[in-house]
């Protein structure tokens, strides 16, 4: 039989003080049943048995591999699928608090490992154990449980589909998940503390990064670090320098104004590595690295850990290495390479166009000459959604340990695709075509329909479509559960809606329409509010994570600095779309998604290095833009051409020559971080030496033999 | 009074099991004098009060500032400075290994901190505890010793020199060289060992690492392991690349044979890097942090160690930055301006000499065109002198921490002017001159010279040299002391040279010529070899560092790869030349140097850098020359130049682009290495996380009480 051993018990049980609370949990059917944590939403036309099995799974003992969580059916309409709401106690979630690392912050202000047994070094002696988790985190716990439900060697596939199988070791909620059978699952929103976060985030000049990262997790709280970093301390002394630049308005200054443009990104990328790196020191991420716990997709035969030695899904490294380098690698070029090829073809297409226009008798009008472009666009936005289909096929069969790794090389394959697709053209325009003016009216459009099609596809339209689509009564409902939680959910002093207090039914009667094994499964009561929460935030879209916001920065951040040297304006449009997109992301993350469930990440991962790619670029790109540019040359006319373009490509060189000095120069974390972090690392090889020469002590205690000693020294 | 606290007990004094070995070594007059470690020899001008107070201070017990080392005076003729050798018993050192966290490999074959108690985990059951630690070592530790014996608040100035004041925490060793009381201060060569190691040495083919390592410390055996890595791995395949490309001398292949070059360039640099974390991890320094232990020069105010608890002299990090970059960033810019402007001047000298040569009645002859180059040959070795001064002293002035940010801060002041001195010249015969021919006349003169210049100025000069200044007599002592140690050394079949096992004489009659102070001091005996051989060795001249060894491959690795696209040849003289290089270097640090003091390091520093970036210019002189190479531009004549020089601009930021996919995609450090540290530092959490539950279930003892149960629990 599997062991389900590599979850089972915390790692320091033994020195567990169960004095610490004198408080008793176990599942009863008479005791209030805690928040919801995870809705798992079954297609109406799962068999009941599988779901059972399911159900039993999630409730049954670790030793069984059950993850012993509680759970309550919700009462649906016959022929809808069964929504099931999971929940565990707070003592269980302590003690998984403790077996995920989780850090949190005890009394002293130290961010450290939390551990069950020192729950009062958390909370204090006063403090609330209730408390210490917040939602987003329990929510967490509760998901990385149901995801870590793996399959048994008696489970050979799930039952009622034979056809289904499960290797030993794999996740039968990823595999339901897979196979369809659980259509969604997902996290409840908090209303109250919602409300409260949304207050504070839509009004603030500053993001409030800390309650973001509190209730929606790390990965999204970085984003909007980033985006308020970003915005603050690149874009708005940029645009002041445009604005001066523009006032001006003389020729000479517009190098200056580059040159000032390129050092600035790069000084910029190095000191958000810096504050990035603060941030997750300070979130106790820093330390996360690809051999940490594998994330749930990752399959491989179960094996002993090297290095936690506990047992867990191992698969070569290399093979994931011949994988990127021999399969996806190529893959990608060519796609590149075809994403070039259909750009190239459209220039084309409406050059020949163009010119066929200028012999009335051709019968291309002005529009016709448009149709390629509006061809073009269709297909890259059409071809979009392949790819990214294609790329998240391809890291998945990379199989990447960690999600961090996972999303890195996702973000690399996607990101090198829109690179082509957005910025190629331009390129296409500014040296080949070498039309400043066309350069300039296609940025400035660009960057203007990019921002509000954004904005508008975002917020506006979510809206709309919603409003359209279900009408006046589903928007009553809406507005019932979502706005007005004071109003019926009882809201306590201490904040979040506090659950109805009621036992739940264990149905013995049979009610009509619920199969006969699904009604050993308590359900919650009728009048539960939850239930309709469930279904309302089920029907509302799923964030897909931090990706679509990045890379809207990403392209934004390239019309502004690529192209700097023709439209230095840019910088001031960015600003002002920056200060409106971070309402609009506030917004659609707090009212048109599902909750998101908690992601932690140390860092901006592939993004950082996306950005510094774009930040090297724009030296080359301000560079060669000054040198073809016809006024400025016209200055010079006692140089070749030759010489010319030498005297740019010196400028470049030195200027990439710089960002190579201040990359090296400035170091990639503060001072206090270096020292705190070095200090930990004292501290625990401190620790392992007394323990080892602990271990050595009761060792020798048994073979107590003295070693003969040397006669005569030798050296 | 200031405490000596900062280095007096081990770390884990508690743990230690004093039943492991029965032995007491105590100094007793009649003991045996253990091997000399370090050899002190005073000038002989030096009050003999200072010389007795110092000794005091090495014997004296920790608790008043002393050492606890064993001491001896060498019987030496009247006028000559006082020469003292510096011991310590076998227990001391193991103590002492402990305390400087040397790590060793234990008997199951892990690296792992010596820790005194567990001597049996290291020596085994039964081994001789004499045999733990190697020479090198024992070496490190007794200088290490010397090196901390601070100046206490009741020491204001060295005894007999008032004016020669110290501040609390100084290391006392340390201002008496400054001062120049102490001559000079080094290790003794292990003649047996040194016989072992250096017939293996000369004769085999690839360079004995481990033995180096363990004779001559990390920074000697790295250097040896980056230039054996570099001959056989990089330079030996382009050698066979580049015969290739003379044989078919085709024109066409020339590129193809630079980007292949600058390719295996990036790459090697890439792997070495690997290769290089390896060694650090199996040589045990690959945690070697800037918070490390001071260097014995870094001063500062005694403090408490935010990391590691300890006091130590503690110094603003930031003080230092604002040296750096305020002072010594400007002072040096200004260097390297002047020293290109003197390049500028003798070029421009030189021109104008060759066009009056041309004149016959100017009478300027073919010999007087030469003066400027000979001239700024000399100005440059001479100019280097002095900057290299400079630069020590300026880096010495920034105040760096430890030995390795010292190092890398002097190496990349003295690589960028050597760079400035070395290849400035080339960069203007190729691109301003553009001439082809007198590039590679001048590179070939440049780099034999350099060869043959280097190598005999390494090795048959000092032996002429030594010849012809002392004479035969001297020739011969050395001969006995270094070639004969079976004769007269009493070689024990442990291996090294077994000291006499006289005791040592307690001179209480009075010698002539020894000041009174002195004679309490034991002597050694009369007929000791070791008198003769302090005494020679201390004549020998004193090996630098690494640094020299590193930049001459530095060099011809400029000469090699920067330039290759007119002189693919280069690559073959120095295979050539390494080959017999290594044999040198070997030879010289066997033979001609004091044995220098293992220095432990955990990379090449400033190095890898220098390289890399040479690597990088590589790309940009190879297409440079390229470009400017008129036969390969006689091919497309159908180009106008400036396309010409675009294409070129192309291919070199391809490169570029290649070279940092490459950075990026290579790991830094092999698996197998990452998953060791992790696992290390899993299992120091785990052990810090066990030794706090048991701290705070101490200290729970004594207050229990039990924290409120919360009444309803809320979300």
Redesign the interface.
């Known amino acids: 039989m599997f062991p389900a051993g590599f979850k089972m018990t915390p790692?320091?049980s033994s020195?567990m003080?169960d004095?610490?609370?004198?408080?008793t949990d176990s599942e009863d059917a008479d005791a209030?049943f805690?928040?919801t944590y995870m809705v798992v939403r079954f297609a109406a036309a799962t068999q009941p048995r599988a779901i059972a099995w399911l159900v039993d799974k999630i409730r049954g003992p670790r030793s069984h591999g059950g993850a012993e969580l509680l759970v309550r059916r919700q009462h649906t309409e016959p022929g809808d699928g069964v929504i099931l709401h999971v929940s565990a106690s707070?003592r269980k979630l302590l003690e998984l608090a403790e077996e995920m690392e989780l850090k949190k912050r005890d009394q002293a202000g130290l961010m450290r490992?939390f551990?069950f047994?020192?729950?009062?070094?958390f909370?204090g002696?006063?403090?609330?154990?209730?408390?210490l988790l917040t939602?987003a985190e329990?929510q967490l716990i509760v998901r990385h449980e149901l995801d870590n439900i793996r399959a048994l060697s008696e489970d050979p596939s799930i039952p009622g589909y034979p056809n289904f199988r499960m290797y030993e070791g794999q996740s039968i909620v990823q595999v339901m998940i897979h196979r369809a059978l659980v259509m969604s699952m997902y996290p409840l929103h908090?209303k109250e503390n919602l409300k409260r976060l949304s207050s504070k985030w839509y009004y603030s000049k500053h993001q409030p990064i800390e309650d973001i990262r509190l209730y929606f997790g790390e990965a999204v709280a970085l984003y909007f670090k980033f985006l308020d970093f970003y915005t603050v301390k690149l874009l708005f002394p940029l645009t002041l320098l445009g604005v001066l630049q523009m006032a001006l308005s003389t020729l000479e200054t517009l190098p200056f104004f580059c040159v000032c443009n390129v050092i600035a990104v790069t000084v910029f990328l190095e000191v958000w590595r810096r504050r990035s790196n603060e941030a997750a020191f300070q979130w106790g991420t820093i330390g996360m690295?690809?051999?940490d716990e594998p994330r749930p997709n990752f399959h491989g035969t179960m094996m002993v850990d090297?290095?936690?030695g506990r047992l867990l899904p191992q698969f070569p490294?290399r093979t994931t290495y011949i994988r990127m380098y021999c399969v996806t690698l190529p893959i990608v070029v060519v796609c590149l390479f075809l994403a070039f090829l259909v750009m190239l073809l459209s220039f084309y297409a409406e050059e020949r166009l163009t010119q066929m226009s200028k012999d009335p008798e051709s019968g291309v009008t002005y529009v016709t000459v448009m149709i390629p472009s509006v061809v073009y666009s269709i297909l890259v936005s059409v071809v979009n959604l392949y790819y990214r289909k294609l790329a998240t096929y391809l890291t998945e069969w990379e199989n990447h340990r960690t999600q961090s790794q996972f999303e890195r090389h996702r973000v690399i394959k996607l990101v090198a695709f829109e690179f082509v697709n957005t910025f190629m053209a331009l390129f296409y325009i500014a040296f080949i075509y070498q039309d400043m003016d066309m350069l300039r009216s296609q940025l400035a459009t660009m960057l203007i329909i990019l921002q509000v099609v954004n904005n508008v596809q975002e917020a506006v339209l979510p809206l709309l479509m919603r409003y359209l689509s279900k009408g006046a009564g589903v928007g009553e409902h809406e507005a019932a559960a979502g706005g007005a939680g004071g109003a019926d959910g009882e809201v306590?002093s201490?904040?979040?809606?506090?659950?109805r207090g009621g036992s739940a039914t264990l149905s013995h009667e049979l009610y009509p329409g619920v199969p006969e094994v699904l009604q050993g499964i308590p359900e919650l009561d009728a009048d539960d509010p939850r239930q309709q929460q469930a279904l309302t935030e089920g029907s509302m879209d799923e964030y897909e994570g931090t990706y679509d916001d990045y890379l809207e920065v990403f392209i934004q951040f390239g019309y502004v600095f690529l192209f700097s040297a023709v439209y230095p304006q840019a910088a001031l449009w960015a600003l002002f779309n920056n200060v409106i997109e971070s309402r609009v992301d506030a917004f659609k993350l707090c009212r048109l998604y599902q909750r998101p469930l908690a992601r932690r990440v140390k860092d901006t991962g592939a993004w950082q290095?996306a950005f510094e790619?774009l930040g090297?670029m724009s030296i080359?790109t301000n560079c060669g833009l000054l040198c073809v540019s016809p006024p400025l040359r016209g200055r010079f006319p006692e140089l070749?051409?030759?010489q010319w373009?030498?005297r740019w490509?010196v400028v470049e060189?030195l200027l990439m020559g710089v960002r190579?000095v201040l990359h090296?120069a400035i170091p990639d974390k503060p001072?206090w971080v270096?020292?705190a972090l070095?200090?930990?690392?004292?501290?625990?090889?401190?620790?392992?030496?007394?323990?080892?020469?602990?271990k050595?002590?009761m060792s020798?205690r048994r073979s107590?033999?003295?070693?003969?000693?040397?006669k005569?020294?030798?050296?």
């Open positions: 790692p320091d020195a003080d004095d610490v609370f004198d408080f209030p805690p928040p707070c490992e551990i047994a020192h729950l009062r070094d909370v002696e006063k403090g609330d154990r209730e408390d939602t329990r908090d690295t690809s051999l090297t290095v936690t490294r306590s201490a904040g979040g809606l506090r659950y290095r790619a090297a080359i070749s051409q030759t373009v030498l490509m060189h190579y090296q001072e270096r020292v070095a200090k930990l690392n004292y501290q625990s090889k401190l620790a392992l030496r007394k323990e080892r020469a602990l050595r002590r020798s107590a033999r003295p070693v003969p000693v040397p005569a020294p030798a050296h």
